[in-house]
């Protein structure tokens, strides 16, 4: 009887997957619209799309009857923090559903691997430290990027053993320590500051933000976003069978060594590349998937699919929140995803029905 109850469950699960699908696309369209119309400056939500597809089609299409400072606003400052902001949210959630498939723990993250830690630590240290003035503001992204890299590159050095599997536990436990040394080696920077305006700022960016969004830096993360997105639909079977154990998925003829080394530097990449241009984001890659496993259970493809949707949407309104809640002051947006994330989360362990993988 329970199994027929779970197959029946399994099954009104792969109908509403489609259903969710569509709603989730609407929805963020929505989203992205209202998010854009928002600010210093509301903007009615008509102009906005109006605005859009005469950009994107690179024509006429609706009459321009409205101010051209709109058209300026929407397409050169707004446009790109919603885009951003959509990356960001889809790219740490898929690393969330990767990282907890690969060390079948689900409080992993993106951040587990210190990742955050080392970003934080490469941009305050060229803010405290004066490389702006030396080598501009793109130096904050440099040093970023160059900080997570190498925390990432010290956690997969530690945590994998060298023999037939990944040591998963081993993997944790190395990214925890990781990111507490680099935790540290921020407070230290950021207490040695010349002035409050320098500790503000790098205390600032470590809690993240969108604000440093244009179109030029948009490429980068949006290509890296697809890759992940293309190998984790390829691997997802493989995702799959992880599920069931290391011992199991090699009986089934699956690498492991091989796909948890491939999920974790194209996890590590990704997460590099989003906290170098926005900071460091929080609860995302914990809270979505958990989300999404509820309609999708364990299959990898659909989780991905989902979890972009439900990511981009969530960072998306937690940054018009920072952006609206105190104006003109801007909230850091890793508060506003805390303070949503956390209590959502607890909600969500606590139901009686849920357990990490779908299982009821």
């Known amino acids: 009887m329970q199994v027929v109850a779970k197959n029946a469950n399994n099954l009104s699960k792969k109908k509403g997957f489609f259903f969710w699908t569509l709603a989730l696309s609407i929805i963020l369209l929505a989203v992205i619209i209202g998010a854009i119309a928002v600010g210093s400056t509301y903007i009615e939500p ?25 058209e ?14 959509g990356i960001c949210g889809a790219g740490l959630a898929i690393c969330g559903v990767l990282m907890q498939c690969v060390t079948k723990n689900p409080i992993a993250e993106p951040y587990i691997l210190g990742i955050s830690s080392g970003a934080s630590c490469g941009a305050v240290g060229v803010i405290v430290l004066g490389g702006i003035s030396t080598l501009g503001i793109n130096s904050i992204t440099t040093g970023a990027f160059v900080g997570s890299m190498i925390s990432g590159v010290l956690v997969f050095a530690i945590g994998t053993q ?20 680099f935790s540290a080696l921020t407070n230290l920077l950021i207490y040695s500051a010349d002035n409050s305006n320098q500790a503000k700022n790098a ?16 490429l980068l993360p949006f290509i890296v976003l697809v890759l992940v997105v293309i190998v984790g639909f390829v691997m997802s079977k493989s995702l799959d069978i992880l599920l069931l154990g290391d011992d199991n998925a090699i009986i089934l003829g699956i690498n492991v060594k091989l796909v948890k080394s491939i999920i974790l530097i194209l996890a590590t990449l990704l997460t590099s590349t989003l906290v170098a241009i926005t900071g460091a984001i929080g609860f995302i890659g914990l809270v979505v998937p ?16 989902l979890s ?53």
């Open 46 to 70: 008509g102009v906005v799309y109006k605005v859009l597809l005469n950009k994107l089609s690179n024509g006429n299409i609706f009459e321009i009857n409205w101010n051209v400072m709109f």
């Open 72 to 85: 300026n606003i929407i397409w050169e400052i707004r446009f790109p923090r919603v885009l951003l902001g």
């Open 162 to 181: 060298m023999g037939k599997s990944t040591s998963t536990t081993r993997l944790v436990l190395s990214g925890m320590a990781i990111s507490t040394i």
């Open 203 to 218: 205390l600032f960016w470590t809690i993240g933000s969108l604000g440093g969004a244009k179109w030029d830096v948009l």
């Open 290 to 305: 958990h989300i999404c496993r509820t309609i999708a259970g364990s299959d990898h493809k659909k989780l991905i699919i």
């Open 308 to 360: 972009s949707l439900v990511g981009s949407i969530f960072l998306i309104l937690s940054d018009v929140v920072a952006r609206a809640l105190f104006p003109p002051i801007e909230i850091p947006i890793g508060i506003i995803t805390s303070l949503v994330g956390g209590p959502f989360f607890l909600y969500l362990i606590s139901k009686k029905n849920y357990e990490f993988g779908g299982k009821d």
